[in-house]
């Protein structure tokens, strides 16, 4: 339909009059979806179940701070004292249960006042939040990828991080969790928590199996996949994963293996798998003491070369090219070609580890108090699941598992949602008696609003 000017511009340019009422006005009139799938999942009641044993005299319970801290993450907050910034917010305040908010330093006191016990429930729950889910989607094969992050600060004296190995960062302290990753869901299913001079193996055997029995213990009956890097390979680990009837691919450290270097140095035939790839499998052994071989499969990848000085405009200038090599170890029957596929695909949980770094707060260290980070971790991953949880009920999974085991839905990230409804300007008014948010009128927002509200809502 053709408009003319008249119709679409408008002379007002006043500046209106500023003006500051007391109104049930809210910045996060998105925020209903979250709370309609708290209230769906009873959260408040397992938060409270994890903290039964703290005995508090304060008017902020402990369930109270760790669920204001999960919505704080979960609206994009980084620091504590972001808080003052929406503190007023009556839509935040009725999620949360509170009429009004505590002052930053109670709730940085509050949280360095949880023990460990509280946070291995809190685990306990994020396990279940996960597994459940999880699960679900896929009765018969899970995959989890594990991984260690850096998590670096500038501040002194934070109990239980450790000067280590930190590129971006040097001489930082820092903690290095390692993070189990559902591949599935593209959540993290649980966390180890460690000082940052660790090496990246160090508990992640006996980590890795309490997983698997978590999984088990929710149910689970199907094949548990393993993927991880060169830093975990080892005899025990090899072997600890065998024995445990789990199926694992693991790549091998050329360092650690010279033998194999020149086994490829002087291996002339390569079998082709596409214009890209090229492999040869043989066997090897974790170690010489090891009494087990796994199958390997070399891989040869043909690349680009780099060029060095100024690049030359000419249609016809010749390309470079050389090879680089990898080494995938695994007791799982596959093709060469699957492996590849499958072994590579764990490059997903860098994806997740940004996500929940740049857009929630797990970079971040609130407290002194060791403890108080480690809740406010796992409350960042928390918030993570809770908003891929809402996307995933709202839409069914795909069939089957891929060969790279991609996350069987296609999710946006949690920024890009709270950017697009979340952050929804509403008011909160009360016609006869009945409570209503109102947003202005907008078709879009109005459907996907009402759809994720109404998917949150019935029991998954």
């Known amino acids: ?151 670096s600060t500038k501040a002194r004296g934070i109990e239980g991080t450790a000067v280590g190995y930190n590129v971006k960062a040097k001489g930082s302290r820092s903690y290095y969790p390692l993070f189990a990753v559902m591949a599935q869901t593209g959540q993290v299913f649980d966390l180890l928590h460690r000082a940052g001079n660790c090496h990246d193996s160090r508990g992640a055997l006996d980590f890795i199996l309490r997983c698997e029995q978590n999984l088990r213990d929710q149910g689970f009956r199907g094949i548990f996949e393993v993927r991880i890097d060169s830093a975990h390979f080892s005899d025990a680990t090899c072997a600890g ?56 499969v070399v891989y040869r990848r043909r690349v680009a070369k780099p060029r060095k000085g100024p690049i030359q405009l000419d249609l016809f200038e010749p390309i470079d090219r050389e090879y680089q090599f990898k080494v995938a170890m695994t007791n799982k029957s596959l093709s060469p070609a699957a492996l590849l596929r499958f072994h590579n695909g764990r490059g997903s949980q860098e994806a997740t580890f940004a996500e929940i770094k740049s857009q929630l707060g797990l970079g971040y260290l609130p407290c002194r108090r060791q403890v108080g980070n480690q809740v406010y971790m796992v409350c960042n991953l928390i918030a993570h699941a809770l908003g891929r ?48 948010l109102s947003f202005a009128s907008c078709p879009d927002a109005e459907s996907d609003i009402r759809k994720f509200v109404q998917a949150a809502s019935r029991a998954a």
């Open 1 to 151: 339909m053709r408009v003319s000017r008249k119709d679409v511009t408008s002379a007002t340019h006043a500046v209106p009059e500023i003006r500051f009422e007391e109104q049930e006005l809210t910045s996060f009139g998105g925020l209903v979806m979250l709370q309609a799938l708290l209230r769906t999942i009873d959260l408040r009641a397992r938060l409270r179940a994890t903290v039964q044993h703290m005995q508090s005299s304060s008017g902020y319970c402990a369930s109270r701070i760790l669920l204001l801290t999960i919505v704080h993450l979960f609206l994009g907050w980084r620091r504590l004292r972001d808080l003052d910034y929406y503190r007023t917010d009556s839509l935040v305040k009725r999620v949360v249960g509170l009429d009004r908010m505590p002052d930053v330093s109670t709730l940085s006191r509050r949280l360095g006042e949880f023990d460990e016990h509280a946070v291995d429930n809190l685990r306990g729950l994020l396990r279940e939040i996960v597994g459940t889910r999880a699960i679900a989607a896929s009765p018969s094969r899970l995959t989890m990828d594990f991984d260690g992050s850096v998590i």
């Open 389 to 436: 949880e809402l996307q995933m009920r709202q839409a069914p999974p795909r069939s089957k598992n891929t060969p790279t085991r991609a996350c069987l839905w296609t999710l946006e990230r949690i920024g890009s949602l709270r950017d697009r409804l979340i952050k929804r300007a509403a008011r909160i008014i009360h016609p006869q008696g009945r409570t209503v």
């Open 241 to 296: 994963l065998h024995d445990a009837g789990v199926e694992f691919s693991v790549s091998l450290p050329f360092e650690r293996a010279p033998r194999l270097k020149t086994i490829i140095e002087n291996r002339k035939f390569w079998h082709r798998i596409d214009d890209e790839w090229s492999y040869f499998k043989c066997t090897w052994r974790p170690s010489d003491r090891s009494r087990r071989a796994y199958p390997c």
